[in-house]
């Protein structure tokens, strides 16, 4: 027992040395060089590709010449990473979005590397490929950053702070998620047993609105209620987490919440979602950011209506759609972006459904207008400079 943990003590300290000892090589010495003379370049950054697995990431480091010097797995930990990357020169080192990506970029960061996140919805070529595995995903990041990173379509993870912020609304959607699975499930029971709960919103679904069922309907029910109320509360103090994190650590919030239908949650969650409000040139590219804009496939004289993109942030995006339904509403008051939402809703059940996504990628855009601009929201702006032109 002792020797087999001696051996496997002595197989780690043997990769970790031969990954040194490769990039030691002189190109001679190179297991992969070809019997012809190879072109000499320069001195430059070392180019790893990187496929992040829950337990292992498997990694592939090409030298300047564009030679594999080391292809192997690393446990995907702090500690593993740590002690693969840290001995390292400064390096390109291309990782997937993901789960651990966060960690992952902000910890290779601190080592002194350059680090670049690859957008896999447009990374076609490792999303549809037909030889898919994590050592092939590895090698093609690898030569991607050494050629040219921007054809990765990196992206920029928030900083540790503001992923902490956002999990508290993150929190939040969870338990409201959980709680209309378990209204949806006290509804369908009740039905299938001839009976209905009162039409209510799930916030005000507990067990008085019992009363009226039959009592072994009642009696069966009552968990489920009970656990509804519950989350209610534990709902409720989330939103009041959420206002004081906006109050107190991101005031400009309340630039955004000039707009009737923007709460603390749109606000914030806005914010922490796009993190910089300097990254978009122009505000109308957030609409893109987010998904929010039509699909393209024209050819010709084809251009077929298509849905939209749906990119970018799904619960921002399922937000913004909130704001606009309430805006739509009749709640919702008179606006420039009301009027103009409603001109578009004539037609039908369908222009209604396309008129409330684009008055979602109106407000995102009008949000971060109102956020990088500082300005006092005038709602009827518009229609203000039109009757005075008239």
């Known amino acids: ?70 292809e192997a797995a690393v446990a995907t930990t702090k500690q593993g990473l740590a002690r693969v990357f840290a001995p390292l020169q400064r390096s390109r080192i291309a990782i997937e979005v993901g789960t651990h990506s966060p960690w992952v970029s902000r910890l290779l960061q601190s080592l002194g590397h350059e680090v670049f996140v690859a957008n896999p919805r447009q990374l076609k070529l490792i999303s549809q490929s037909s030889r898919k595995d994590d050592r092939v995903d590895a090698r093609t990041l690898a030569r991607l950053v050494r050629v040219d990173p921007e054809l990765l379509r990196p992206i920029r993870h928030r900083s540790e702070e503001m992923q902490l912020d956002l999990l508290a609304i993150r929190v939040r959607a969870a338990l409201v998620e959980a709680r209309t699975a378990l209204v949806n499930a006290a ?27 039959a009592e072994p309907l009642r009696d069966a029910l009552e968990p489920l209620l009970e656990q509804v109320a519950a989350l209610t509360v534990r709902i409720g103090k989330c939103d009041q987490q959420v206002e004081q ?5 991101y005031p400009e919030t309340e630039l955004l919440r000039q707009v009737k239908g923007v ?38 004289q084809s251009a077929p209506e298509l849905r939209i993109t749906k990119e970018g942030d799904v619960y921002l995006r399922k937000l913004l759609v909130e704001g606009a339904q309430y805006i739509l509403s009749r709640r919702g008051p008179d606006t420039d972006l009301k009027r103009w939402g409603a001109r578009l809703a004539l037609g039908g059940k369908r222009a209604k459904k396309r008129a409330v996504v684009a008055v979602a990628r109106k407000l ?25 032109a008239a």
């Open 1 to 70: 027992m002792k020797q087999n943990t001696i051996q496997r003590q002595s197989g780690k300290r043997s990769s970790e040395q031969t990954l040194q000892q490769a990039l030691q090589r002189s190109p001679k010495q190179s297991p992969r060089q070809s019997p012809r003379p190879s072109r000499k370049k320069g001195p430059g950054p070392l180019a790893i590709g990187m496929d992040l697995g829950d337990r292992t990431s498997r990694y592939c480091v090409l030298n300047a010449c564009g030679e594999v010097v080391q």
């Open 187 to 213: 509804r369908g029971l009740a039905k299938a047993m001839g009976e209905r709960l009162p039409q209510c919103a799930a916030g005000s679904l507990g067990s008085g609105q019992l009363k009226a069922l």
């Open 245 to 249: 994190i906006a109050r107190t650590k």
């Open 263 to 300: 709460g603390p949650l749109i606000a914030l969650t806005f914010i922490l979602t796009v993190a910089d409000k300097e990254r978009f040139p122009q505000s109308r590219d957030v609409g893109c950011y987010l998904g929010l804009r039509p699909k393209r496939s024209q050819s010709g």
């Open 364 to 388: 995102a855009v009008l949000l971060h207008a109102l956020w990088s601009g500082g300005e006092v929201y005038e709602p009827l702006r518009n229609s203000a400079a039109r009757q005075a």
